[in-house]
């Protein structure tokens, strides 16, 4: 082992995790977004956070139904979390 080296391995908590995705170029766009529990919604992406929470603008909610109908709902402004 060298001068100044740790014998130590870096711990999982001290990486920050970067999102592969680039919402900065989908602002302002409609986005549809497939949420954990079988909801869908799509809208305009109007702004996010580090965490991906998504803030949709003129929002709809797509609600399946038997036989593979679909059934849209307006929504409004909603923020998924």
Known sequence: MKDGESSEAPTQTG?????????????DTKVR?????G?????????????VNL???????????TNWNCVFYTIGLIELR
């Open 15 to 27: 990486y920050k995790r970067e999102s592969n995705l680039d919402l900065a170029k989908l602002m």
């Open 33 to 37: 977004v497939k949420c954990s529990g």
């Open 55 to 65: 803030v949709l603008d003129d929002c709809g909610e797509f609600i399946r139904g």
């Open 39 to 51: 909801r869908e919604v799509v809208g305009t992406l109007r702004g996010y956070d580090d965490l």
